[in-house]
């Protein structure tokens, strides 16, 4: 069953301004995981947060985790036209299982 | 590059062939994966080896047949497939598969061998 959901599917701004993402989540968790992804490529690893944890950052990127409200979200700050990509977030269960479950992605397009 | 390869880059097979997909990490990882990614359907796990056991199963048809010779290598064997078996599979690799209590580990991506099956 799909753990995350990512909001919105689709995100289009100007370069500079910030990129916000969403992600709700069914499940209690250990931990919560955004990716990014390249068209056709691999994902990339971007941060980890752990359910004991409500924010963290990491240069341009800043998580937040609400657990009573089952979200994350993603923001990248001065975005610029590299960060153009999808982006996943991905959620284990805390049953005995260490499958990550990964979202449909929001797809963000930043304008030169 | 994130240390894991994956060969071929892309792959054209008919429904009657069979082939082998290859992922390889240097990263010294415990834990190895593959992945389907179709056109619009979430990342699917197929199957998590564990130092070097298979921990995961995960209810993928008996034409995909996976092996893992050692921490290091990977492979997906095909036969048989589908058209609808075409989609982007990504092998990814972790220092270990799950530590109780603290969850899952970070995985790290190969690129990818996008399938197309005829």
């Known amino acids: 069953s799909q753990q995350g959901e990512e909001d919105p599917q689709a995100l289009s701004i100007q370069e500079g301004e910030n990129a916000t993402m969403n992600c709700s989540y069914k499940?209690?968790?250990?931990?919560l995981q955004w990716y990014r992804q390249n068209s056709g490529r691999g994902l990339v690893h971007l941060i980890l947060?752990?359910?004991?944890?409500r924010e963290k950052h990491s240069g341009r990127l800043r998580v937040t985790l609400d657990t009573s409200k089952k979200s994350s979200s993603l923001l990248i700050t001065a975005s610029r036209a590299a960060d153009t990509a999808s982006y996943f977030c991905?959620?284990?269960?805390?049953?005995?299982?260490?499958?990550?479950?990964f979202g449909s992605g929001t797809r963000l397009l930043v304008r030169p | 590059e994130t240390g894991v390869t994956q060969t071929p880059r892309h792959l054209v097979m008919g429904m009657t062939n069979k082939k082998s997909l290859k992922c390889e990490q240097h990263?010294?990882?415990?834990?190895m994966y593959w992945y389907k990614q179709s056109a619009k359907k979430p990342l699917e796990l197929m199957f998590v080896?564990?130092?070097?056991?298979?921990?995961e199963n995960n209810s993928v048809p008996s034409r995909f047949s996976p092996e893992c010779p050692n921490s290091s290598h990977l492979f997906l064997h095909l036969h048989t497939l589908q058209p609808e078996d075409s989609a982007l599979y990504l092998c990814?690799?972790?220092?270990?598969?799950?530590?109780?209590?603290?969850?899952?580990?970070?995985?790290?991506f190969g690129p990818g061998t996008r399938l197309t099956v005829l």
């Open positions: 499940t209690s968790i250990n931990n």
């Open positions: 990263l010294g990882h415990n834990a």
């Open positions: 991905a959620t284990d269960g805390m049953d005995s299982s260490y499958k990550l479950i």
């Open positions: 947060i752990r359910s004991n944890e």
């Open positions: 080896y564990s130092l070097e056991e298979r921990v």
């Open positions: 990814a690799s972790s220092q270990d598969w799950g530590l109780r209590g603290i969850g899952t580990d970070t995985q790290y």
